[in-house]
């Protein structure tokens, strides 16, 4: 079976977007096409966009906009933006935001949820305020256990709809908080409308569903949360990576966790299978990879049946949680079709594995990606 690399929506533009590819207008889902991911960082024009609830703003004022830090703390507190500038040093960190359904359409059998192709992701420099740091000036009291977080979005809430509220925590034990950013900046720009100006969650490593957009509060919690986008949706099962069956599934047995960290992928952006190649001569491939767990230290290719891998050469270190390019020199030596494949390896030895996975959600799919090429006669 053989997949386009992008779904097949038609291109539409967007405020602040350059042409997308359209998933859902209600809500707005909006998929990177392919040859943007020739560079390492995605342009803000062109990044993603993915929102759950349909009622969002198109402006916001800035003298008017303010940041809570509520719940479980000894100062509540509102920051505007002027507070986030002037009282805070800024920092930056170069990460991936991929949604956790992204490459959904390829689950067999098929599951409910945006069918997206591989563009539901992007790399970007963040910049904005440590959470930790807004964390200290509030005061966590005393018996706080989660951090939760609040985006500006509404909804009607209700069955099948979810919370009304775009509403996501982390636990205050998860190392995960030293890194979040509180980011105002995005590729050195302002966020655009639909990637959650003025201000978003960045939890670096970590699926995007974490990385609350529009926020206007941040709530240390003393009890669990239970919300709908927490104890119902962005669940994986509690099986090496998250696979099980509808099988299983039935048998009511199979145990959901939070999602959390995204694991290692790569793909090839070009060339894209779109015109032929001369034989005897060189090819260079290029293309991408990521992991949310480690650093990307190996990227293999393979031009054969999967058996023989050789390894690619890594482009520039942007950070553990960067895309990190690629680059292949293939010479096609015979006429007629061929399969290149690519995988990574990351700093914990987790490799990409040749079998895809099932879950309800769609989730965390990371199987090797292949694509096929014409070499046709030699020029
Ligand atoms: N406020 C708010 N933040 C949100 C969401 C949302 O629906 N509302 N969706 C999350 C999910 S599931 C994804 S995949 C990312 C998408 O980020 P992007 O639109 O900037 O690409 O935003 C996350 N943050
Ligand atoms: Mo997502």
Same mark, same amino acid.
């Given at each position: 079976?053989?997949?386009?690399?992008?779904?097949?929506?038609?291109?539409?533009?967007?405020?602040?977007?350059?042409?997308?590819?359209?998933?859902?207008?209600?809500? !707005?889902?909006?998929?990177?096409?392919?040859?943007?991911?020739?560079?390492?960082?995605?342009?803000?024009?062109? %990044?993603?966009? =993915?929102?759950?609830?349909?009622?969002? $703003?198109?402006?916001?004022?800035?003298?008017?906009?303010?940041?809570?830090?509520?719940?479980?703390?000894?100062?509540?507190?509102?920051?505007?933006?002027?507070?986030?500038?002037?009282? +805070?040093?800024?920092?930056?960190?170069?990460?991936?935001?991929?949604?956790?359904?992204? #490459? =959904? $359409?390829?689950?067999?059998?098929?599951?409910?949820?945006?069918?997206?192709?591989?563009?539901?992701?992007?790399?970007?420099?963040?910049?904005?305020?440590?959470?930790?740091?807004?964390?200290?000036?509030?005061?966590?009291?005393?018996?706080?256990?989660?951090?939760?977080?609040?985006?500006?979005?509404?909804?009607? *809430?209700?069955?099948?709809? *979810?919370?009304?509220? +775009?509403?996501?925590?982390?636990?205050?034990?998860?190392?995960?908080?030293?890194?979040?950013?509180?980011?105002?900046?995005?590729?050195?720009?302002?966020?655009?409308?639909?990637?959650?100006?003025?201000?978003?969650?960045?939890?670096?490593?970590?699926?995007?569903?974490?990385?609350?957009?529009?926020?206007?509060?941040?709530?240390?919690?003393?009890?669990?949360?239970?919300?709908?986008?927490?104890?119902?949706?962005?669940?994986?099962?509690?099986?090496?990576?998250?696979?099980?069956?509808?099988?299983?599934?039935?048998?009511?047995?199979?145990?959901?966790?939070?999602?959390?960290?995204?694991?290692?992928?790569? %793909?090839?952006?070009?060339?894209?299978?779109?015109?032929?190649?001369?034989?005897?001569?060189?090819?260079?491939?290029?293309?991408?990879?990521?992991?949310?767990?480690?650093?990307?230290?190996?990227?293999?290719?393979? #031009?054969?049946? *999967?058996?023989?891998?050789?390894?690619?050469?890594?482009?520039?270190?942007?950070?553990?949680?960067? +895309?990190?390019?690629?680059? +292949?020199?293939?010479?096609?030596? =015979?006429?007629?079709?061929? !399969?290149? $494949?690519?995988?990574?390896?990351? *700093?914990?030895?987790?490799?990409?594995?040749?079998?895809?996975?099932?879950?309800?959600?769609?989730?965390?799919?990371?199987?090797?990606? $292949?694509?096929?090429?014409?070499?046709?006669?030699?020029?």
């Amino acid at each position: 079976m053989s997949f386009s690399w992008n779904s097949g929506g038609q291109y539409v533009t967007y405020p602040q977007k350059a042409p997308l590819i359209l998933l859902t207008k209600q809500p !707005v889902q909006l998929e990177t096409p392919r040859h943007c991911f020739l560079s390492p960082f995605t342009p803000n024009s062109s %990044f993603y966009v =993915r929102w759950h609830l349909n009622s969002l $703003s198109s402006s916001v004022n800035l003298s008017e906009w303010r940041l809570n830090l509520e719940g479980n703390v000894k100062k509540p507190m509102w920051l505007s933006m002027s507070n986030l500038l002037g009282r +805070f040093k800024p920092a930056s960190i170069v990460a991936v935001n991929q949604c956790s359904g992204n #490459s =959904r $359409s390829r689950f067999q059998p098929s599951v409910s949820g945006g069918q997206w192709g591989n563009g539901a992701m992007g790399n970007a420099t963040w910049t904005g305020v440590r959470l930790k740091e807004l964390l200290d000036v509030a005061g966590i009291k005393k018996h706080s256990i989660m951090v939760q977080f609040e985006g500006m979005d509404r909804g009607k *809430g209700g069955k099948g709809v *979810g919370a009304n509220k +775009f509403l996501k925590s982390l636990g205050l034990d998860n190392p995960v908080l030293d890194k979040c950013l509180i980011a105002y900046r995005m590729n050195d720009k302002p966020l655009p409308m639909l990637n959650g100006f003025p201000a978003r969650l960045v939890v670096p490593g970590y699926f995007a569903t974490y990385w609350v957009k529009a926020l206007t509060s941040i709530r240390v919690l003393d009890k669990p949360d239970d919300n709908y986008w927490m104890k119902s949706a962005y669940r994986v099962p509690n099986t090496p990576r998250g696979n099980t069956t509808p099988q299983d599934i039935t048998t009511g047995k199979v145990k959901f966790l939070p999602i959390d960290r995204m694991p290692v992928r790569s %793909f090839i952006i070009a060339p894209d299978g779109s015109s032929e190649l001369p034989r005897g001569k060189q090819v260079k491939l290029h293309g991408i990879a990521l992991s949310g767990h480690d650093r990307v230290v190996k990227v293999e290719v393979s #031009s054969g049946d *999967g058996t023989m891998w050789s390894e690619a050469q890594l482009g520039e270190d942007f950070g553990a949680y960067s +895309f990190r390019t690629w680059e +292949f020199t293939w010479t096609p030596a =015979r006429l007629g079709s061929h !399969v290149l $494949s690519v995988r990574a390896t990351d *700093g914990q030895g987790n490799v990409q594995p040749d079998g895809g996975i099932w879950n309800p959600g769609g989730y965390m799919w990371n199987k090797i990606e $292949s694509q096929e090429m014409v070499v046709a006669t030699s020029i």
